[in-house]
């Protein structure tokens, strides 16, 4: 087969390495900033993980303006009230430094500071008219890859999200220092890394717009996951196992934002929103029942990546490799001690029809999905992913 005209973004910089959050402001001055507006979370404040970058900033004559109240699934309010202070102390570029809720705000807020459109205006794909204010983005956990996507998800009602992607997110500059991730409890670890994995399995099947970057990039990521989540998770003081995990996550995410997810995501979202299940365990809960019923149209995809999550040699072909993956997959959710099935996680059953009702409103998503979704196979992966395997 010819190959397929494509097209791949990312962002222009990408400085890795540990203690590089402790001189942002080289790129502070590289960037024209001479008044940051730093955006991160009441937690990393409180674990004084936040001080030490301030304290750098403040010794290079840079007084930072920070924001420190984005929660979990940031709603509107959040991003508004981030934008009237930054507006208010006229701040002149927009710094990061948490996970995804962080830095998709700084994204949103760096856009509403630079230019004039109105929040409402802004979702959707490619309705960023202006510029926006110079952006660094620092994530603190090795996870969603928001610091190299064009996309910024905010919750906009009781149980709704919507997106805002445009090239104009992607940040002038991200920052990865795996000391800032060291303090992750498992958990978090646990999460945010299979949503990584996830990443990069969707990548790499999506229908669309998959390329040799990207499959390089996925492939390279789920590696550099696979082999470092258990000692990430076990032992979270391994600096090499976090600088790994810290590097997967950004590779995953250049993958995944331009070759889009799919099922697992469209199937995550309704988890997120009708049970406040953090994003990256909703993945992981969904994930086997999807690659299951994906297997028929991807097995020879899911097949290329089986040895690269198994870590071995797999034996057999198309169909005994994906089982492998599902399989390697499952045992690892299960060796990070995430809950196997949304029956212990606390879904009810009851609810399942209406999940899948709201799955079904993802059609951005789904449409990049391997194998078409229905409402009837929405409703038979949640139940799969309710009772468990077989």
């Not at 992607?170 to 978090?188: C, H, I």
Request: overall charge negative; charged content about 15%.
């Amino acid at each position: 087969a010819s190959m397929q005209g494509f097209e791949f973004n990312t962002v222009g910089r990408i400085i890795n390495g540990s203690g590089s959050a402790l001189e942002l402001a080289n790129q502070c001055r590289q960037l024209g900033i001479s008044k940051p507006f730093l955006v991160t979370d009441p937690g990393l404040v409180a674990i004084g993980l936040v001080q030490p970058v301030l304290s750098a900033l403040e010794a290079e004559d840079l007084a930072a303006i920070i924001f420190d109240q984005v929660r979990e699934d940031p709603p509107e309010a959040t991003v508004l009230a981030a934008t009237e202070l930054g507006r208010s102390r006229a701040v002149d570029g927009v710094i990061a430094v948490g996970g995804g809720s962080s830095m998709d705000v700084a994204k949103v807020v760096a856009v509403l500071l630079g230019g004039a459109q109105p929040l409402a205006e802004l979702y959707g794909v490619g309705q960023v008219a202006g510029g926006r204010l110079p952006l660094v983005l620092v994530p603190t956990t090795a996870g969603t890859g928001s610091e190299v996507t064009p996309v910024a998800v905010i919750t906009t009602g009781e149980t709704t999200k919507a997106g805002v992607s445009s090239p104009v997110l992607l940040p002038d500059v991200a920052v990865l220092d795996a000391e800032l991730t060291l303090g992750l409890p498992p958990a978090v670890t646990a999460m945010t890394g299979v949503d990584a994995m996830v990443h990069a399995i969707e990548a790499y099947t999506s229908r669309h717009q998959k390329n040799p970057l990207s499959d390089n990039l996925a492939r390279q990521a789920l590696d550099l996951l696979a082999r470092n989540i258990r000692t990430a998770v076990h032992d979270g003081q391994n600096q090499q196992a976090r600088e790994n995990m810290l590097l997967g996550a950004c590779l995953a995410g250049q993958a995944f934002a331009n070759a889009p997810v799919a099922a697992v995501h469209a199937l995550a979202y309704p988890l997120g929103g009708h049970y406040h299940i953090p994003h990256g365990l909703s993945n992981s809960l969904v994930l086997p029942a999807v690659l299951d019923f994906n297997a028929p149209e991807a097995g020879e995809l899911y097949a290329e990546l089986a040895e690269i999550v198994t870590g071995e040699p797999v034996a057999g072909g198309v169909e005994a490799k994906t089982a492998a993956l599902i399989e390697a997959m499952r045992r690892l959710i299960d060796d990070v001690s995430l809950p196997a099935t949304l029956q212990l996680a606390g879904v009810e059953v009851s609810s399942l029809e209406m999940l899948a009702e709201d799955a079904m409103l993802q059609q951005r998503l789904l449409v990049n999905n391997p194998r078409e979704v229905a409402y009837e196979d929405a409703l038979a992966i949640y139940r799969a992913a309710y009772w468990g395997a077989a």
